[in-house]
């Protein structure tokens, strides 16, 4: 193998490593954030709920209030028909009295519903609490985890990027390496692919042409057209004739 390429892969294994760290290093903050939100999502959705209570229970309430003065006006009534002095007169409270009955009976149907409808709120209100509680304990517990595992991760983080330095330092071919730098910002973290053992680029898997396969099995620096990252194999590869 080519020896810059061989640098450069082991180039490569450094960044991988610092890559991944910093992934894992971000991955705990994130789904604590993740967590936290979901938590303000929950607790206003809870809040939603408890003004619908607030209404409903509003709303019962001043349908007891009219439900009362109707069963007031009803009691008033039956005492008339103790005193009316014809038939005329009982018939009119009667019929009074039954519209009375029906518009009371439809009052407190219509108070039923909205304490039902208050009570369901409240039971969803009970789970969304329940669940808040279990995420917050979970979001507790993995900031700590975070919290803890951030110092080591941080020095593990310069003590890579150290030797990463220290061993960038020592490859010769500095043109190579500034090509590197620059393909590793622009190809996610990749600089250098394998061709496979069907002259495939595993970086953007194009297939190579027959020159570029000869040129890296002849350990020449070579990249690919395609994602012009650097190449290297470590098979023989089948070469079809142009």
Do not use: W
Not at 35 to 53: C, M, S
Request: a negative charge; one cysteine or more.
């Amino acid at each position: 193998m080519n020896p810059t390429i061989q640098q450069l892969k082991e180039l490569q294994q450094f960044d991988t490593q610092y890559i991944n760290l910093r992934k894992k290093q971000k991955a705990g903050p994130e789904e604590v954030e993740s967590l936290r939100k979901q938590i303000a999502d929950l607790a206003a959705t809870v809040l939603e709920h408890e003004e619908t209570i607030q209404k409903r229970n509003a709303e019962a309430a001043l349908l007891e209030v009219e439900t009362a003065k109707l069963t007031e006006e009803l009691e008033s009534q039956e005492k008339k028909l103790t005193i009316v002095k014809n038939k005329r007169e009982y018939e009119a409270v009667e019929t009074t009295m039954k519209d009375l009955k029906d518009k009371i009976k439809t009052l407190e149907s219509q108070t039923i519903a909205l304490n039902e409808s208050a009570e369901d709120e409240q039971h969803d209100v009970d789970e969304l609490a329940e669940s808040i509680a279990k995420l917050e304990s979970k979001a507790d517990k993995l900031e700590k985890e975070v919290a803890a595992e951030g110092e080591t991760l941080t020095k593990a983080l310069t003590d890579i990027k150290n030797r990463r330095k220290a061993f960038a330092a020592k490859i010769r071919d500095r043109d190579a390496l500034e090509q590197y730098e620059q393909i590793i910002r622009s190809r996610g973290g990749l600089a250098i692919a394998r061709m496979d053992e069907n002259g495939t680029c595993q970086g953007c898997y194009r297939a190579l042409t027959t020159n570029t396969q000869s040129s890296i099995m002849s350990e020449k620096l070579t990249k690919c057209s395609g994602c012009g990252r650097f190449l290297f194999t470590e098979s023989v590869p089948v070469i079809d004739e142009e």
